[in-house]
């Protein structure tokens, strides 16, 4: 039987965003599509995918993933190259992150959390003693680390390779690296952050800009001053659903980067904290059960849960930060809730896995640790 708290919340979240999505898209799905609907059905479709996706992972036990997670690292990095082939990867806005599927697309960069997560924690499980002791133990899978970063900035996607490269060093943290090891080689991936922030004229744009947006509104700080007018708007309660003026394309993006800005003027300062309140209580529930797995000696599960927790709340903090004016611009989902069907899929895969580390250790009692 699934953990009926993560399940309920998870649930909740989702609902949530077919209701964000529908509300935000009706104008821009009616002017581009010819239909208020459009993005509605087109997520009811992400979610019957998702929720067949979730169902197939939480029936796999999870040795399986255990002992495959290199080939599902080797997929994701497959498919970050052949999304920066001409011809084959899709570019918007600029930026080439997406592979065409027919009427639909596919992110790699979403897959690549996924992927990296397994990989990690099966590979601080093998070599547990390497990591907590020798220095190759902790270089390795930052060498793997630095390829995916790689590929991911050459799309370019600096939120994606923000949140990837924040997961593994969290994860190895927690394994029990050395703690000067850790923070050398923390110290030079901020370092080389610095260096990629500066080294393009529009991230250093992005960066003045949500400083003070106020001083160019109409310019470089024109999204970030379009969603605080849409919190300001809200109040405590909102000015009701689908009654949200900004998602008249004076917001861009507003049914996926910054779908939490117009359910923050449809729904006010109660119902920004709410769903603020629905993330907390979902990672603190998914860091319990990876706790749990600790406890009965199964490592693996734990440090998935720990990857998952780590993953959900950086994603939530950066989208709910940039939304607020509290962090620069970037494109990043809110897990569950922004339009995105591979963003969606993947999430609920995720939480399937936690599932089934809860099912595995309530179940099994744990099993033996390696």
């Given at each position: ?9 998870s649930?909740?979240?989702v609902?949530i965003g ?5 509300s ?5 799905a ?10 509605a ?7 019957a995918a ?14 399986f ?8 690292l ?7 190259i ?5 011809g084959?990867g899709?570019e ?15 992110q ?30 902790f270089?390795?899978?930052m ?10 900035m050459?799309?370019?996607d600096f ?25 050398l080689v923390?110290a030079?991936?901020?370092?080389a ?12 744009q ?25 919190f300001?708007r ?18 861009p ?13 449809e ?17 603190g ?20 849960c ?24 970037k ?7 922004s ?7 993947v ?13 595995q ?10």
């Open positions: 039987m699934p953990d009926p708290a993560l399940l309920g919340l649930v909740a979240l609902l077919l209701v964000a999505i529908s935000a898209s009706i104008e821009y009616e002017i581009n599509y010819n239909s208020t609907s459009f993005h059905v087109r997520h009811l479709i992400y979610m998702a929720l067949v996706a979730a169902l197939v992972v939480y029936r796999i036990p999870l040795e993933w255990e002992e495959t997670g290199w080939v599902w080797f997929v994701a990095l497959a498919m970050l052949l999304v920066l082939i001409p084959i899709r918007v806005n600029g930026s080439q992150r997406w592979l065409p599927l027919g009427p639909f697309t596919l790699p960069s979403e897959f690549a959390k996924l992927a990296m997560i397994i990989y990690l924690a099966g590979y601080m499980v093998r070599r547990e003693h390497e990591v907590r002791n020798q220095w190759q133990g270089i390795k899978p060498a793997v680390l630095f390829a995916a970063t790689l590929l991911l050459v799309e370019p939120g994606a390779t923000v949140i990837v490269a924040g997961s593994a060093f969290g994860m190895l943290f927690l394994a029990g690296v050395k703690l000067g090891h850790f923070l923390l030079g991936a901020l370092a952050l610095l260096v990629l922030v500066v080294s393009e004229p529009y991230r250093v992005r960066l003045t800009a949500y400083t003070d947006p106020w001083a160019d509104p109409y310019d470089t700080g024109f999204q970030l001053t379009q969603s605080l007018i849409a300001g809200g109040e405590w309660f909102g000015v009701g659903l689908g009654n949200s003026v900004q998602k008249l394309f004076y917001l993006e507003a049914h996926t980067d910054f779908v939490f800005s117009i359910w923050a003027e729904t006010g300062f109660i119902g920004a904290l709410v769903l603020i309140l629905l993330y907390a209580a979902l990672i529930r998914i860091l319990w059960t990876g706790r749990a797995a600790q406890l009965a000696s199964y490592p693996f599960g734990a440090y998935l720990y990857g998952v927790a780590l993953v959900f709340s950086g994603q939530a903090f950066v989208n709910m930060g940039v939304s607020s004016g509290l962090l620069p611009t494109g990043l989902t809110l897990p569950f809730v339009y995105g069907g591979t963003s969606l899929i999430s609920c895969v995720m939480l399937a896995l936690i599932l089934r580390v809860g099912q250790v309530r179940g099994q009692g744990g099993r033996r640790e390696q």
